[in-house]
C-alpha cells in the first residue's frame, strides 16, 4: 500500500509517497528558514502563510518525482501534532480534503514518534523493544519503544530543547539561524575542553533533561568576556561552540545509555534535527559499541522534518487498526 504523508509541523511543508511503510518513493520539502532567518527564529504567522501557498505545489512535486497518480495512494497520513498551530492546522486540512476527495482513509501521526520512525525507513534489523531518544528544535524526549502503538515516555526536557538551546546560543552569539549546522561548523575549529560549560541535565529524575541553565551559563561568558591576552574574538566563539557541544553531547549520551541500562534493551534509535550533527553521532556510535549496544541513526536528510516518515509511521498504526476521522484535530503537545 503507498502512503502519502503530509508534514507541517514547524517551517517545513513536505509531502512523501512511501510503498509499505519502508520504501521511500518521493519526499519533497519545502522550507520557510531563509524568510525566518532575519528574525533570528520561526515567526509562526509566516511560517503557516508560506505553507498554504506552498503545498499544493510540494503534492503535485511529490506525485511527479514518484512516478505515481493519486488513485493508486492507499492512504492519507499527516501530522497532528506537536507543532504550531496554524502549519498544522494548513496541513490537516490539505489532507482531511484529499482524503475526503479521494475517498481514502485518514490518520493523524504525532511528529516526535515518526522522527525514530525515520530509521526504519533505511535500516534493517532494528528489534522490538528499543529505546529511542529524539532530539530535536521541539523535544527532547527518551521513549520506551514496545510497539509502534506502544511508546512510552520515559524522560524529556524540564525546559528548552536540545535544538532550541543550540538555536538560543548562536542567537547570543550572533551567528544566524538555525543556530545547529552554524554552531556545529565553528566547534571544529574549537578546543571542547578549553571552557566548562556544566550541563548536569536535571537532577530530580534521572532520565529528564534541562538545557536553559547551559544557555544562560553562555550568555554570562560571553556578556563578561574575558579573553585571555593572545585569543582573537574568533578563537573564543569557536571555543564557546566547541564547549557548548561537547558538554550538551555527553548528557545525551549519558541519560540514553542510562535509559537502555533501566529498560535492559540492546538497540538505540536516534532522531530529529540535532541527531545531524557530526559529533553527536560519532559520542553515541563509539559509546555504543563499547557497551555492546546497537546505535541507529536516519541519514542526515531524514533527521530534519520531512513527510517520509510521517507516511510510513502511519501506514504502521494502520496496518494495526488505527484510523481518523474528519474530525482529526490538532495535538500541540
Ligand atoms: O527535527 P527538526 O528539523 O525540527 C523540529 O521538529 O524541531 O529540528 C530542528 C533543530 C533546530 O533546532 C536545529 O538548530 C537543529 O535541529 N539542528 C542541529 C543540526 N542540524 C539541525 N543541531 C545541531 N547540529 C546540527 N548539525
Ligand atoms: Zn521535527
Redesign the pocket.
Known amino acids: 500500500m503507498i502512503s502519502l504523508g503530509i508534514e507541517t509541523?514547524?517551517d517545513e511543508t513536505s509531502v512523501a509517497l512511501v510503498k509499505d511503510g519502508r520504501e521511500v518513493l518521493s519526499n519533497e520539502v519545502s522550507s520557510s528558514a531563509d524568510f525566518h532567518k532575519r528574525h533570528g527564529g520561526v515567526i509562526p504567522e509566516i511560517a503557516s502563510r508560506m505553507q498554504l501557498e506552498a503545498i499544493s505545489l510540494v503534492v503535485k512535486a511529490a506525485f511527479k518525482d514518484a512516478g505515481i497518480k493519486p488513485r493508486e495512494v492507499g492512504l492519507i497520513s499527516v501530522t497532528s501534532g506537536p507543532g504550531l498551530l496554524g502549519s498544522l492546522l494548513v496541513g490537516i486540512s490539505f489532507a482531511k480534503a484529499m482524503s475526503y476527495s479521494l475517498n481514502l482513509p485518514l490518520i493523524g501521526v504525532n511528529?516526535v514518534h515518526s522522527?525514530f520512525y525515520a530509521n526504519f525507513l533505511e535500516h534493517n534489523g532494528i528489534e522490538l523493544p528499543f529505546v529511542a531518544l529524539v532530539v530535536?528544535?521541539?523535544?527532547t524526549s527518551l521513549f520506551y519503544v514496545k510497539d509502534f502503538d506502544k511508546v512510552s515516555l520515559l524522560g524529556a526536557t524540564l525546559d528548552d530543547a536540545c535544538?532550541?538551546a543550540?538555536?538560543k546560543v548562536a542567537k547570543i552569539l550572533n551567528l544566524g539561524y538555525?543556530?545547529?549546522?552554524l554552531?556545529?561548523k565553528l566547534a571544529f575549529k574549537g578546543n571542547p575542553g578549553s571552557l566548562r560549560f556544566n550541563c548536569s541535565g536535571g537532577s530530580k529524575h534521572p532520565l529528564a533533561f534541562s538545557f536553559s541553565g547551559i544557555k544562560t551559563a553562555v550568555l554570562y561568558y560571553t556578556q563578561n568576556l574575558n579573553r585571555p591576552a593572545g585569543k582573537t574574538r574568533a578563537e573564543d566563539i569557536s571555543d564557546v561552540c566547541a564547549s557548548f557541544q561537547d558538554s550538551v553531547t555527553d548528557v545525551l549520551v549519558k541519560k540514553a545509555m542510562l535509559a537502555c541500562k533501566v529498560k535492559k534493551v540492546k538497540h538505540l534509535v536516534l532522531g530529529?534535527?540535532?541527531v545531524?550533527?557530526s559529533v553527536l553521532r560519532k559520542k553515541f556510535a563509539d559509546t555504543c559499541r563499547e557497551n555492546g549496544i546497537k546505535c541507529f541513526f536516519p541519514s542526515l536528510r531524514l533527521?530534519?522534518?520531512n513527510a517520509a516518515m510521517v507516511a510510513g509511521f502511519g501506514y504502521q498504526l494502520f496496518k494495526k487498526g488505527y484510523k481518523s476521522g474528519l474530525d482529526l484535530g490538532h495535538d500541540l503537545n
Open positions: 509541523s514547524c511528529h522522527h530535536s528544535g521541539g523535544h535544538g532550541e543550540f538555536d538555525p543556530g545547529g549546522p554552531i556545529e530529529g534535527g540535532v545531524a550533527n533527521c530534519t522534518d
